[in-house]
């Protein structure tokens, strides 16, 4: 069993839709959680960073993590086409050593066409 | 420049050949990292650098050496590589050591 599931879609949307990607984890000793987005041709860009249980608002974009069910979520509202990009979740557990390097997900490709 | 950069943005190389790529980050951190991204694969961890010391290696081919002169800079040394091996190499910092970090745009590697 992978350490993080994430479904790799692809997922297609109209524009202005609500937009859930999500990932499931089995080690419960994963304590800080991450969406990184990636556009073609580029390398992965931090979108949020969250510890606790909880949810997490930037804007558009809520992180959403449920410890007690090891599932995490990205939503996105009112998605636009410039959204378009594979989104990775990545997750670690605590300290400054080896024992705390992230693991990725897969990877979701997401197409908001106009 | 501003963030992680990384040269060449493309390579194409035989399998005997030696080539070397680099990675700069200008934003003043202490950890540096190579990645390895495949084609649906997850990306994987080559190596971790913490204030210029090698602390990761996750069993990487030898024909992948690493090498970090300064807290700024990273380079990952090829030689006779193998085309499995093509993929996006990415390089990354953080302040501290596997927490927030940020990527650079990749060197697209092809073996042929």
């Known amino acids: 069993q992978k350490e993080v599931e994430q479904d790799p879609g692809p997922l297609s949307v109209p524009e202005g839709a609500i937009v859930s990607l999500n990932c499931t984890y089995s080690n419960s000793a994963f304590q800080y959680f991450m969406w990184y987005r990636q556009y073609s041709r580029k390398g992965p860009e931090l979108l949020m960073y969250?510890?606790?249980?909880g949810n997490k608002e930037d804007g558009r974009f809520t992180a959403q993590v449920d410890k007690s069910s090891k599932y995490i979520s990205l939503f996105i509202r009112d998605s636009q086409p410039s959204d378009s990009a594979t989104y990775l979740c990545a997750m670690r557990r605590a300290g400054g050593t080896s024992y705390g390097k992230l693991t990725f997900g897969q990877g979701t490709i997401l197409t908001v066409h106009p | 420049e501003t963030g992680v950069t990384q040269t060449p943005r493309h390579l194409v190389m035989g399998m005997t050949n030696k080539k070397s790529l680099k990675c700069e980050q200008h934003l003043g951190h202490n950890a540096m990292y190579w990645y390895k991204q495949s084609a649906k694969k997850p990306l994987e961890l080559m190596f971790v650098?913490?204030?210029?010391?090698?602390?990761e290696n996750n069993s990487v081919p030898s024909r992948f050496s690493p090498e970090c002169p300064n807290s700024s800079h990273l380079f990952l040394h090829l030689h006779t590589l193998q085309p499995e091996d093509s993929a996006l190499y990415l390089c990354?910092?953080?302040?501290?050591?596997?927490?927030?970090?940020?990527f650079g745009p990749g060197t697209r590697l092809t073996v042929t």
């Open positions: 650098y913490s204030l210029e010391e090698r602390v």
């Open positions: 969250t510890y606790s249980s």
């Open positions: 990354a910092s953080s302040q501290i050591i596997f927490y927030e970090q940020y």
